[in-house]
């Protein structure tokens, strides 16, 4: 008979708890502590107690970030539940050709982000091919300004944020639909239910708990987006930097030998506040739902 440790399972779940420890435990303790003092990323920084909070409360540039943000929501959040679904539906069928399809849509995502911006940047420019396309079929007279108007760049970047996102979301769509059996289905038609009521009443029901999840990782994304906004405001954040996201005004404040990483630490915490609220509240609903 094999005589076992008391400590045999804590050696070997050890790494990993020293691993979770130093880089994600430690980080957010540090960021709370941090969030209390003006330090510097040079600079150990004092105690200032609720100085940076605030300074939250003043700061307008952060309440266009915050309006970014929460457009941003609003607009990928609907888009994003419903498109990949539908997609989905669509690919899961079993016609010619349908493989190189599930392929194409799925390309977007491997991609990098920074990569695609990059390309999205170039089509979209006042010389680029929108523009050049736009006016040549005379839909448009002068260069529209994608990425120089303030809500033109924001809607640019969240079409980017959509169309980079249909394929993740698709697949993982694809595995709940394979979950809901054929014969529901089969059983509906025969009552003689259409396709629309098929699809909300058999479907819809059968993949709600993955539109709740996918409902949150969309919550969170756009509440944290970075990629997208950067790279086609080429880092300058938009016209006047009113088109920033919260993320990349906590990276302007922390970075260089004067950032304010006290401030920049405040403003992380007011982002994980404010993205736990999207999460909450689907879960919530969800619950009433069941």
């Known amino acids: 008979m094999t005589h076992r440790r008391w400590f045999t399972p804590w050696l070997l779940a050890g790494p990993a708890l020293i691993w979770l420890a ?17 330090a510097k990323p040079l600079g150990g920084g004092r105690f200032t107690g609720l100085d940076n909070y605030q300074r939250v409360l003043d700061d307008d540039q952060l309440a266009d970030a915050l ?16 498109l990949p679904l539908l997609l989905a539906l669509l690919v899961q069928r079993r016609l010619p050709g349908i493989t190189f399809f599930r392929t194409a849509f799925y390309t977007p995502v491997v991609a990098s982000a920074v990569v695609v911006a990059l390309i999205w940047g170039w089509a979209l420019n006042d010389r680029g091919l929108v523009n050049g396309v736009l006016q040549q079929t005379g839909l448009a007279d002068s260069a529209v300004p994608f990425l120089t108007d303030r ?23 694809l595995s709940a639909l394979a979950n809901v059996g054929r014969e529901l289905h089969e059983a509906a038609a025969v009552d003689g239910a259409g396709a629309l009521r098929r699809f909300l009443h058999v479907t819809l029901p059968g993949v709600r708990p993955t539109m709740v999840l996918v409902s949150v990782l969309i919550s969170v994304s756009s509440l944290r987006v970075f990629s997208e906004l950067y790279v086609l405001s080429n880092g300058t954040g938009g016209p006047g930097g009113r088109d920033m996201s919260v993320v990349m005004l906590i990276q302007m404040y922390s970075r260089g030998f004067n950032g304010h990483l006290g401030y920049a630490s405040a403003l992380s915490l007011l982002l994980f506040l404010i993205t736990l609220g999207p ?3 689907l879960t919530r609903l969800n619950r009433k739902a069941a």
């Open 22 to 38: 130093v880089f994600n435990l430690w980080p957010a303790a540090n960021t709370v502590i941090l969030s209390f003092t003006n």
């Open 67 to 82: 309006l970014n943000s929460v457009i941003y929501l609003l607009i990928c959040l609907p888009l994003l539940t419903v």
């Open 151 to 173: 809500w033109l760049l924001l809607l640019s970047a969240i079409a980017l944020t959509t169309w980079k996102g249909l394929g993740y979301y698709m697949v993982i769509y």
């Open 279 to 281: 999460m909450l509240l």
